[in-house]
């Protein structure tokens, strides 16, 4: 079984800026994504969507927007730019196609358990997205 020392669940912008303080404490980790990255925006939001926010909010760790509309809003298809590119110039450790089917708890940190092998680990970081619901089985949640 693969080891690591952190598991990252979820290749979107917060599991990317994780990933990217994670990798400056040089503390080694994957993250593991169902589909691509910025999966979510790809597959879960409306063609119209724009930001609330206007460009130059827009930053992640050692990362910001650097375009020629710093007052506009990005657009969805900007958005998955974005974030993609933000992928690529920080190095993540990202493996897409990796559904994780479960997460347990050891005695010595966490086994994570995925379409595409097994991982264990000492810590997991949970940025699976806030629209994704947990699935406890019945009698766990009665323990």
């Known amino acids: 079984m693969e080891q690591v020392t952190t598991v990252v669940i979820g290749a979107g912008h917060a599991g990317l800026a994780a990933s990217r303080c994670l990798t400056d404490r040089s503390i080694d980790h994957v993250i593991l994504e169902r589909g691509e990255v910025a999966n979510s925006w790809r597959r879960e939001r409306w063609d119209s969507l724009r930001l609330l926010t206007p ?23 900007e958005v998955i730019d974005f974030i993609s590119r933000y992928s690529v110039v920080s190095n993540s450790p990202v493996r897409t196609h990796t559904t994780v089917t479960s997460v347990r708890r050891t005695a010595v940190g966490y086994h994570v358990a995925t379409s595409n092998g097994d991982l264990s680990c000492r810590t997991v970081v949970l940025a699976s997205g ?9 009698l766990r949640a009665a323990v």
């Open 55 to 77: 460009n130059w909010q827009s930053r992640l760790p050692h990362y910001r927007y650097e375009g020629t509309d710093p007052d506009g809003y990005m657009t969805m298809g």
């Open 130 to 138: 806030a629209c994704n619901a947990p699935s406890v089985p019945p």
